[in-house]
């Protein structure tokens, strides 16, 4: 029987969220959005071989007073260049821990979320954190994301903040794993148990036997370190399927669900009334 035969038909991809030009959003509009409340979080839903929820990726959104919604490329540049991430950041995180009892309903793994490291402020970052997974402790697990070019930014930081994020009880994702130069080396820098493969490795899976060569290659890596794998960017059921079976544990994709506003999470994947 096909591994994917119990999808639900709501399951079918859906287009993403937040396509279009940014209309000229500037440092202060941006300043007066986080203030006013305008972040608001999206969630992508990770599901399991079975394809039941497991865990979802917050993913920040900009919804501004006309119902127009800014996708995180068009926000989170910005906010990283203009020293505006970790106010955005914290308004991300409030919103979340708001919606704590609508997300318990949904029996997450864990809740995710990505971080910046441009600018990194350790001390502050890591009291988000804490704040984020003392706050949720009885409703899921809180995931960091880091991208390995992270690990460039100051690696001194970066590790430091890796340390006291497992610490706190945070696990810890590389995430876009194989894109940059140092991913092996950064593996080993920090204190990671979980790697997301970037979607350019599953979207290229079946050009060529040296593509579906040089993934199995990394998941049998992951493996014999004890990594947990989570694959990106899964958009069809083919790719699902090789992907469950060289042994990847986490889908994440298009084929699951777009990034979309809590109420259509709960709606698609909370309990049935
Ligand atoms: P990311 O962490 O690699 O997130 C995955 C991106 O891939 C998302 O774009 C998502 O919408 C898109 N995606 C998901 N499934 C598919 C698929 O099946 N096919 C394709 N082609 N794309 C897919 P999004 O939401 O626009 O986010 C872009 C980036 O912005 C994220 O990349 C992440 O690095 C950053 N970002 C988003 N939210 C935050 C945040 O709260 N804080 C920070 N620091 N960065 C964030
Ligand atoms: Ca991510
Ligand atoms: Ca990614
Ligand atoms: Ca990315």
């Not at 402790?137 to 100051?154: F, H, N, P, W, Y």
């Not at 894109?179 to 080993?188: E, F, K």
Request: with cysteine; charged share 20%.
């Amino acid at each position: 029987p096909p591994l994917l035969a119990r999808l639900a038909p709501a399951m079918r991809p859906t287009a993403a969220a937040g396509a279009g030009a940014a209309p000229g959003l500037d440092v202060e509009a941006l300043a007066a959005a986080i203030r006013d409340g305008c972040i608001e979080p999206f969630f992508q839903p990770i599901v399991g071989g079975d394809g039941s929820l497991k865990d979802a990726e917050v993913l920040t959104r900009l919804r501004l007073p006309s119902g127009a919604v800014l996708s995180a490329q068009q926000v989170i540049p910005l906010a990283e260049s203009a020293g505006l991430i970790l106010p955005l950041t914290e308004a991300l995180f409030e919103r979340l821990l708001a919606a704590k009892d609508r997300l318990s309903g949904l029996a997450l793994d864990h809740l995710s979320v990505n971080l910046s490291v441009v600018q990194l402020d350790v001390a502050l970052t890591a009291a988000l954190v804490r704040r984020l997974v003392d706050g949720l402790q009885d409703c899921c697990g809180v995931r960091v994301e880091l991208t390995e070019s992270a690990s460039l930014a100051d690696s001194q930081s970066v590790r430091e903040l890796g340390a006291q994020l497992r610490l706190l009880g945070a696990s810890l994702a590389m995430d876009d794993f194989g894109t940059g130069y140092s991913s092996i080396r950064a593996l080993a820098e920090l204190p990671y148990d979980t790697v997301k493969v970037d979607l350019c490795f599953v979207a290229e899976l079946f050009d060529s036997n040296k593509a579906e060569r040089l993934l199995a290659a990394i998941l049998a890596m992951c493996e014999s370190l004890g990594l947990h794998v989570v694959a990106e960017g899964v958009e069809t059921i083919a790719q699902a399927q090789w992907l469950c079976e060289a042994g990847v544990d986490r889908l994440q994709g298009y084929l699951f669900g777009a990034p979309m506003p809590l109420a259509e999470l709960v709606s698609r994947f909370g309990p049935k009334t």
